[in-house]
């Protein structure tokens, strides 16, 4: 098959490329933006900005049967600060994603968020009401929305506060818990919002079968299996590295933040746990596998 991934020098995107290079027997084209900042494998790289026609060309190039759609502006408040932006990555951007692999005949996944839920009422399934509040969160649901049109056929992958322990990979809440409590510095963590989380490795995969090996059509929330506040998962996190050290619960109203944050989010992940061979992990295994990503990043020379 012929596979592209955008995004591929983010948390996700880097995984599927990793993935796809470990299975072999596919072409695998990457596309990033600036430098590839992956390590070297079985495929080839080129850089595109996300709604800007560019990366709608290099798709036309290559003539993907298959097509992981992990670009996007994630920067919150980022995307709070310039809304424009964020809509010519994520809305634009996923449109002409979704424009390439109609006019290819491709399989599309598009990778989205638990973001498009407005945190009143969380857990959410596929089927509850998406109700985004804030400039990230309304320009992903659009983008669901450009997907689902523009490529019908195509999966909505969701997944929420994405880590991993990778050489090279992005600093995430999850990674700054590590690195903070080993230094011996205190860790700040929300205590009044409940998420899902997501290792990258597991949602990479679960989006790769997803797109590779299903004909799944719609909205599926593939992250991690638990749901918990923040100051839980800091905790699970400095108890699986054996790291003592305080983790300081704070409310998200004490802190003036760009965008709204939703409070009671997460994901349930029934579904995905029903349709795919790659389950949606429990914390302890997500926990494990990061764990070992980081003994063998700081063995990397
Ligand atoms: N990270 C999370 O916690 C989280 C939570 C929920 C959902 N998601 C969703 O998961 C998907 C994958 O995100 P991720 O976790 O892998 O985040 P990530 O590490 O930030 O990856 C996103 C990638 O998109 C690229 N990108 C951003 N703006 C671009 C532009 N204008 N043109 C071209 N490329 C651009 C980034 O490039 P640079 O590396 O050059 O910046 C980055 O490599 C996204 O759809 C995101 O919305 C993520």
């Known amino acids: 098959m012929r596979i592209a991934v955008t995004g591929a020098n983010g948390l996700l995107g880097g995984e599927a490329v990793r993935l796809l290079g470990e299975a072999g027997g596919h072409a695998v084209h990457a596309l990033g933006r600036g430098p590839c900042r992956l390590p070297a494998g079985p495929y080839s790289y080129g850089s595109a900005e996300l709604g800007s026609g560019e990366l709608e060309a290099a798709l036309q190039a290559f003539r993907p049967?298959?097509?992981?759609?992990?670009?996007?502006?994630?920067?919150?408040?980022?995307?709070?600060?310039?809304?424009?932006?964020?809509?010519?990555?994520?809305?634009?951007?996923?449109a002409e994603v979704a424009r390439a692999c109609r006019a290819l005949g491709a399989r599309l996944v598009a990778v989205s968020t638990d973001?498009?839920?407005?945190?009143?009422?969380?857990?959410?399934?596929?089927?509850?009401?998406?109700?985004p509040r804030g400039a990230y969160a309304r320009s992903k649901r659009c983008g669901e929305e450009a997907a689902l049109l523009l490529a019908p056929g195509c999966a909505v992958a969701r997944v929420a506060v994405?880590?991993?322990?990778?050489?090279?990979?992005?600093?995430?809440?999850?990674?700054?818990?590590?690195?903070?409590?080993?230094?011996?510095?205190?860790?700040?963590?929300?205590?009044?919002?409940?998420?899902?989380?997501t290792l990258a490795a597991s949602g990479a995969a679960m989006c790769l079968e997803l797109l590779l090996e299903t004909a799944y059509a719609g909205v599926l929330h593939v992250s991690d299996a638990a749901v918990l506040d923040r100051v839980a998962f800091a905790a699970a996190v400095a108890r699986r590295f054996g790291l003592a050290g305080q983790i300081i619960p704070v409310r998200t109203a004490e802190v003036q933040l760009p965008a709204p944050r939703p409070l009671r989010a997460g994901l349930k992940v029934a579904r995905a746990a029903a349709l795919l061979r790659n389950k949606p992990l429990s914390l302890e295994a997500a926990l494990d596998r990061f764990h070992a990503e980081w003994q063998a990043r700081r063995a990397a020379p």
Request: charged share 25%.
């Open 65 to 94: 049967t298959h097509v992981l759609h992990c670009g996007a502006a994630t920067d919150v408040d980022g995307c709070e600060r310039d809304p424009l932006m964020a809509w010519r990555a994520n809305v634009d951007g996923t």
């Open 115 to 131: 973001y498009v839920f407005d945190g009143e009422a969380g857990p959410y399934a596929e089927e509850d009401a998406p109700n």
């Open 162 to 197: 994405v880590y991993s322990g990778r050489p090279g990979a992005k600093a995430t809440f999850a990674s700054q818990v590590v690195e903070k409590l080993s230094r011996g510095e205190p860790v700040r963590a929300f205590s009044d919002q409940r998420v899902s989380t």
